[in-house]
């Protein structure tokens, strides 16, 4: 079977499957990709490993991939979402260069499947998400494809990194940065099931007092989660003003419902609803799911997602969990210190003080130097 992508004859008859380590003969640069089947690579399991060097492109099936990273340590390391290695392998593997953080920094593609760059960048080959539905189908050759596509495209993107003047950033910021994220997953958070299971009880009984009294208010009972119902009963029956009618019924989304709080009791009663029962979906029994063995939930941190440089959090997220209300408060209690304390810790207003060195404006460098409150500060100016 063909691969599906440029150079198919060149990957699929120039690559030698390893069977035993000693046969591996490699130069001192090393391109790697490891596969996994999972995105999730803190439950994904080891599909196969792929070195390309300048001379030969090899295939490492599973049960050889840990000893040959043991080979790997004198090596200058290439690879595509180093984290990923790092967390699945649990090694400490000394790498060069990160294809993933660096085409990040040049605004090419760098989500966590490395086709999406592939694709990008020319190549045409299928996403994780296609081979994983064919059943990793053409499994060697995939991965084949990827380990030579990162060593092919290594100094090329890192010309782009050069030029933009990010060689700093890259060495110094993303990369060690890279390494910490990496021991930040594996570490976890601790968490107590049973802080949860308590205020789960707590919701489901709040819920059970909402859904009585909002049918009351209505007059009907109908199922309040259903966008049609809900709407029916809001703009028809009660009649409390005007919404714009879809196929699928009145819209009914919290900005179109805030409109009109003033309008009838049962409003806030339906938005308390709905943020408990996202509640109870996403955070109450959706983190359970995310819970391992060693009793922590081990999320995912994206170094490469945000345009502004920011982390962000999947698998799940733990950073959108609500703080300015009481169950949110109470869900962020179940998440406990592993020993004494949690620490919080933030920048003061690390992007005015960076407007102010650039700027130059006198006004906001005086207001920093003496601990003044910029914004009252900024307030009395204007």
């Keep these: 079977k063909k691969i599906p992508t440029k150079n198919v004859d060149a990957i699929v008859n120039e690559y030698i499957r390893i069977d035993n380590i000693d046969e591996l003969k490699l130069d001192d640069e090393v391109a790697f990709y490891l596969e996994l089947d999972d995105l999730n690579y803190h439950k994904g399991k080891i599909l196969g490993l792929s070195l390309t060097d300048k001379f030969n492109t090899y295939y490492i099936k599973p049960e050889l991939v840990m000893d040959t990273f043991n080979l790997l340590k004198n090596k200058k390391l290439l690879t595509y979402d180093l984290k990923k290695s790092l967390v699945a392998t649990k090694l400490n593997i000394k790498c060069n260069y990160d294809l993933m953080n660096a085409a990040y920094l040049v605004d090419l593609p760098a989500n966590i499947d490395i086709s999406h760059l592939m694709n990008a960048l020319g190549e045409n080959i299928i996403t994780y998400e296609e081979f994983k539905k064919n ?59 049973e802080k949860l299971n308590e205020m789960k009880e707590e919701i489901k009984k709040r819920l059970n007092i909402l859904t009585s009294e909002i049918h009351e208010l209505a007059g009907i009972e109908f199922n309040i989660s259903s966008p049609k119902q809900l709407g029916d009963v809001l703009f028809e029956k009660l009649e409390i003003g005007k919404s714009k009618k879809q196929r699928r019924g009145y819209k009914t989304d919290i900005k179109t419902l805030q409109k009109f709080v003033d309008k009838h009791p049962i409003i806030n009663k339906v938005l308390e609803y709905r943020n408990l029962t996202k509640l109870q979906n996403t955070y109450l029994d959706g983190l359970k799911e995310y819970v391992m063995e060693d009793g922590k939930i081990h999320t995912i941190f994206n170094q490469t997602l945000t345009r502004t440089g920011r982390l962000s959090s999947m698998d799940p997220n733990l950073q959108n969990i609500p703080v300015r209300e009481e169950y949110g408060k109470k869900i962020r209690m179940a998440f406990v210190p592993s020993n004494d304390l949690i620490l919080s810790a933030d920048y003061s207003q690390i992007e005015l003080r960076i407007l102010a060195h650039m700027s130059n404006s006198q006004g906001l460098i005086d207001a920093f130097l003496n601990d003044e409150d910029i914004h009252t500060k900024v307030a009395a100016d204007i």
Excluded: H, Q, R
């Design 135 to 193: 059943n990793y189908d053409n499994l060697e050759p995939l991965i084949i494809a990827k380990s030579k596509f990162i060593f092919e495209s290594c100094k090329v993107i890192n010309e782009k990194i050069l030029e933009y003047k990010e060689e700093d950033i890259f060495n110094k910021i993303e990369m060690p940065l890279t390494y910490v994220l990496a021991d930040m997953e594996l570490n976890g958070f601790k968490y107590e099931d």
